[in-house]
């Protein structure tokens, strides 16, 4: 018996720079600041990365990275994921040619 499971880390997260002060030593106006002390940018979705596994007794599979700008949809799991990496690594930790995944 075999378990896999996709997982999604959050490597950095969204910041809410509109709290963010600007402190200067002497009284000045906001148009006498310094443009990269004003202007921040920002993304608008965190950035991350998805991982895919899969565990069993007897070890585990390596560690699928999902690129991140693809979208998982049901076909590029069955095609991608399973196909390419998750049942090769299968085949190989078990040892047999044929098994049933549910």
Partial sequence: MLFTDEKLFTVAT???LQNNRLYVGVPREKKQSCGYQLLRTRSHLSKSVMVSVGISSLGCTQVI???PVVKI???YYRDVLLGEHLLPAI???SGVEFFIFQ
Wanted: proline share 0%; charged share 25%.
């Fill in 14 to 16: 969204l910041v809410n």
């Fill in 65 to 67: 990275f999902v690129d």
């Fill in 73 to 75: 949809s049901s076909e």
């Fill in 91 to 93: 085949k190989a930790l």
